[in-house]
T-cell receptor, first 113, second 116 residues
């Protein structure tokens, strides 16, 4: 079983609020990822990191930002939440070899009113 | 162009029967990996099976097998002896390159419903 955690699992918040979605993994993986997924749709990569102090934007443009100060921690922040940010956010991690799968956290379902 | 195409938005299968979920991919890189994930209604993504582009044999993991047809660029997932717990969304994904540095591209998914 993968040891990757996300909090909160569910979040309902008003427009304009600043929020941080937490993601932690205890597997020592160097690579971490954030995906955005609307209900019943495909996953879109919004951020990724190859290690400490490394962050890159993904394929889908996002107003969120990320940081990677510690190997195990990869939080995602929205400075001013909007209804268009309502979605599920999935965090994942992997080791550095091509054959290895990404391990996913349970996800955070965000609703912005 | 879409890198991963899943043409079946929804599939139904009788319990204990086998089912095939289709996946085609598009890449010019000779080195790539193909993955299948299961996503139950609870939302987490569960890794099922992996196939490398240079693997000679089709991958198998318990009741899951991957029907890899390289010339046709297809990587269909076969689930044998379906169980009610198999009802979920299933996503095919691809990583290009051999270094592991590249990211996964996901298809749009297939919703499988197992009928008792």
């Amino acid at each position: 079983e993968a040891d990757i955690y996300q909090t909160p699992r569910y979040l309902v918040i008003g427009t304009g609020k600043k929020i941080t979605l937490e993601c932690s993994q205890t597997m020592g993986h160097d690579k971490m990822y954030w995906y955005q997924q609307d209900p019943g749709m495909e996953l879109h990569l919004i951020h990724y990191s190859y290690g400490v102090n490394s962050t890159e934007k993904g394929d889908l443009s996002s107003e969120s930002t990320v940081s990677r100060i510690r190997t195990e921690h990869f939080p995602l922040t929205l400075e001013s939440a909007r209804p268009s940010h309502t979605s599920q956010y999935l965090c994942a991690s992997s080791v550095g070899t091509a054959k290895r799968e990404q391990f996913f956290g349970p996800g955070t379902r965000l609703t912005v009113l | 162009a879409q890198k991963i195409t899943q043409t079946q938005p929804g599939m139904f299968v009788q319990e204990k029967e086998a089912v095939t979920l289709d996946c085609t991919y598009d890449t010019s890189d000779p080195s790539y990996g193909l993955f299948w994930y299961k996503q139950p209604s609870s939302g987490e993504m569960i890794f099922l099976i992996y196939q490398g582009s240079y693997d000679q044999q089709n991958a198998t993991e318990g009741r899951y097998s991957l029907n890899f047809q390289k010339a046709r660029k297809s990587a269909n997932l076969v689930i044998s002896a379906s169980q009610l717990g198999d009802s979920a969304m299933y996503f095919c994904a691809m990583r290009e390159g051999i270094s592991g540095a590249n990211n996964l591209f996901f298809g749009t998914g297939t919703r499988l419903t197992v009928i008792p």
